[in-house]
């Protein structure tokens, strides 16, 4: 099956009539659609789910109601329909799927289902298919039961994983459905009705048996467990319909903690964000306390720079004057000193007298000693000025406070800036977390583990009534070869028919596990193969599937690796997809929406290159952060033959366009 | 030359004093070191002088709201200014003390409105 174009109305997001064509070409063969989160990727994968089924689904599997597919922005205009037209061509046979809903003409505003009228048209060739046989025409071509592994939504990806818990019910659920694409229920069916009819042949061998005094005891024993069994199956509807309804309300429990989760987080960051917005403003407070601080003495500081210059004058000035009086004192003591050896010239130790012709050089020192004792003049009182102002200024000291009203400046403008933005960070995450109840999320924790409890409580009940189930059927089975090989028994026609059913059963049970068997082994190899080619760590050596199509990693030495990676679980979810895909009755495009969300690069380049292999044709919804429309791409753009962008328009609004 | 024992600024100068120590000092019931007029008032002279230009005289009456004696104790202003090279010669210094505090603090408030902070970077420049 090859898509061709679709053509979307009003469909969630999309406003108005929006055509996308599939790429035909044999090897460019990838159509790449950009879109960021919430634009409307996985609305795309509804509306082409939609055309062919006429439903679309969101988490865990629930279908969309109707009102909710009606674009809103349409809705609010007044039109209130919506419709998808699918063309595609399989077999050498051109298809046109038509399908719309409109809101029925009495009703003034749709809240349910009911309130839209749905119309679904076919064309084979260009001839109109008449309205019973459309919809068996559609799952001849694209059953179905395959559209899980063609239209797939890569944030499905983590219930795969569920595969490789035995006994999970959510790997129940995809086990059923990865058969469904098999071809397994064909076999189920068949024994399931032969099960039908040997359980009617039983009855009526029973009643044959009445008639039979020998046979009489076996009869009402047969009875008995019939009616045992009919209250069991009651039972079993009973508590299977009401697993379903505390699943659904744990789903949708879950659904909402997921989202809470998210504000948990949020409000763990605002709190660190109030303890750093609190550290900031006390150091603000701190600082600006410094600053009125340095500032009350800031005017010392500048004086002091200013008056340092002046300062170092007046003492040069002053030294210098008191160097003149010390010489003058120097002197005058000189001269005093000479002059008493002129006037008295007997040595006071020796007794002798200066000799005459000694004395004139005295009298010629003393001479030049007083001429330059005259030269130097000082007044003292201006040296005791200049102490004065000396004094004075040295009251004048700094303490660097420019420097540090500066430094502290600097530092302050940081904080500021550091505030502003802890607060505008704690604004934005106040008005993500506003409207949310954090009680509410206490309450609902508390209601999941009650509604988990109830759960296990009823596994354990079904388990029980399956056992019995089983018993029960086995002890029919006894009683009924019982019968079939008593005299009164044997050769009857009922007998017969009951030996021919029970053995005709058993076939179909060892055909479903010898299929089951080798679907799973064909999986397993084809899931390998990919694996081999997607992964990046060449120490695997495959991959190893069980009994619910959960694949292992194998290592060189035959291990099952216990951890893996988020990258590792996508990966080989990719694998399985692939092993289905190529295993499945019917293979389709592959319409793959976030293929590539928890990849690394290189595993990333590894599944885009891996991916035109995978289906005639590819079409990847994609973000931006998982395919770079520069880098990425060129590893494979020889293979993409179709780019389209999804564009906002509104937070409802969405269009597609065609990009180069 | 008699110095006069109060100075202080005109009235439009004196408002902005307030007004400066309004915006600078914590609000009001915050515990915190409060600035007052003396600290900015002396910081506007002391700037002045380092600037070393002429301050021109009063554009009104001056208030005379702060007494000499508690504005100078030590006379370290009167010291400074004494040695200023553009102290005008006819001039008691202590009115020339009067004319760089109404000049700075009036520059003061024209650098607070604009920017909404003193210009630090500028006064204390090394």
Known sequence: MKLKELTINNFMPYKGEQRVSFPQHETQNVMLLFGDNMRGKTSFLNAMRWGFYGNAVGRHLRVIPRINLVNIEAATDGDWSMSIVLKFSEAGKEFEIRRRIEKKSHVSQPKQDADFEESVGLRVNGKAISGDAIENQINQVVPEEISRFFLFDGELLQEYENLLIEES?????IKERIEQALGVPALIHGRDEFSNLLKDARRIQAKDAKKNTELKRFAEQQNQLEIRLTSLKNDLEDLLAQRMVIEKQVDDIDDELKNTEAVQRKKI?????????????DQIFNLNNSQRELLRTAWLDVLHKNMSPMLELIKTKRDNLQAVAETKAVLNSKIKILQ???????????????????????RDEISRLRAEEELSIYDPSEIRVLNSKIDRLSVIRSAEEGRRLRQNESSLQKLQVSLIR?????????EEIKGFDTDRIIRQRNKRDSLKAQQTRLNRDIDEIKASCDKNNKEQDHIATLISKSTGGLGQKSSIRVTMYQELEAIFATGIDRLRDGLRGEVERFATAAFAALTTEYSYSGLQINSNYGLS???????????????AEQIVALSLIDGLNRTARKAGPIVMDTPLGRLDPKHRNNVLKYLPKMADQVVLLVHEGEIDPDRDIQNFAARIGARYQIERISATESRIVKSD | MDEPTRIGLTAEAGAQLEDLLDELNPNKGIEGIKLIKFDLYRLAVALGLKKSEVAPPLAGNSTSSLRVSELDPDGVLYLAAEQSEVLPADAPVYGFIERLAEAGVREFYAFYQTTGQLPFDQYFDE
């Open chain 1, 422 to 430: 802890i607060e505008s960070k704690e604004d934005e995450l106040q």
């Open chain 1, 269 to 281: 960051e605002l709190e660190r964000l109030s303890a750093e917005r609190k550290a900031a403003e």
């Open chain 1, 553 to 567: 990693i194998i290592d060189q030495a035959g291990r099952v690796l216990k951890e893996r990676s988020a990258g």
């Open chain 1, 340 to 362: 008493k050896s002129i006037d008295d010239p007997t040595c006071a130790t020796c007794k002798q007298s200066i000799p005459q012709e000694n004395i004139q050089p005295i």
């Open chain 1, 169 to 173: 019910e959510q790997g129940d659920k």
